[in-house]
């Protein structure tokens, strides 16, 4: 058995800090950011995930996962192990394809705005190299949107 992946990416943007936990709980600016890659469903009537009761540890609700919006690639049992309003969540959920997901997304206030940072450790059950990549190659574009997005709303 392979050891667990470890990825990490950050960006500064120049907004608000309530402003940026907006965005990181906000179910359709979460989608936005995942576009046009991943689609991912949440239950009728969730706006955000400040509307879920949190139990640590327990999943919230089961979330189909869809490659380019349109194919079914499995699911995700959304679990956090954590959320701290206006700083962020740490995310462990059970998911196809994954011996070990956990997602750290965490704000941290500076100078002239915010710097998002998503820590990632994970470990497939198969192709870890190509996985590596693909997870990489999409939390890079999520974070493309999110600077983005900061710049465009000036």
Do not use: K
């Not at 965005?23 to 576009?35: F, K, Q, S, Y």
């Not at 995930?49 to 189909?64: A, E, I, K, Y």
């Not at 450790?121 to 949107?145: D, G, K, M, W």
């Amino acid at each position: 058995m392979s050891s667990p992946i470890q990825l990490q990416f950050e960006s500064t943007l120049p907004i608000t800090p309530d402003t940026a936990w907006r965005w990181i709980t906000d179910v359709d600016l979460l989608r936005a950011e995942m576009r046009p890659w991943l689609r991912m469903s949440f239950p009728p009537g969730v706006r955000s995930l400040d509307d879920l009761t949190l139990v640590p540890g327990r999943p919230l609700f089961t979330s189909r996962l869809w490659l380019l919006g349109c194919l079914p690639m499995g699911h995700s049992h959304l679990t956090l192990e954590s959320l701290e309003p206006g700083h962020g969540f740490v995310e462990c959920s059970p998911m196809t394809g994954m011996r070990l997901w956990r997602h750290e997304r965490t704000l941290y206030a500076v100078e002239g705005g915010v710097r998002l940072c998503d820590r990632l450790i994970f470990e497939p059950y198969l192709a870890a190299t190509l996985v590596r990549t693909l997870t990489r190659f999409f939390f890079n574009q999520r974070h493309r949107v999110l600077r983005h997005r900061a710049t465009a709303t000036d």
